[in-house]
């Protein structure tokens, strides 16, 4: 009997990967990675709507940490504007901004 049919040999003879299987494996790869989101207890929050109110009453810039799956990031700009109905703030920096919502954010610091 050929030596391809016995045990794992059809597996073994032919070494090739289908696209759809190389990008299913990244992809298990990626999931292993992925953090959970931390919940902020009431001390944490406080600290973080007393630094998103100071920022917009004092014109100082601010640091809003911001939860990602995979890596954390850091915003750095000026509280313009706080959305209290879709959840969310506006950080301006130089010519751009950005929403942040409030759900993604970890910590904030003046």
Known sequence: MSKK???????????FIIPQHREAAFRQAEEINRR???????QQWEIVEHALSESIREHVP????VFGSFENREVTGMVTRVDTYGKQVK????????WIKYEDIIAAEV
């Open 91 to 98: 950080l301006s920096f130089g010519d751009d901004s950005e």
């Open 5 to 15: 049919l016995q045990g794992n040999g059809v597996y073994e003879s032919s070494r």
């Open 62 to 65: 601010i640091t809003i940490h």
């Open 36 to 42: 959970v989101k931390p919940n902020l207890d009431e």
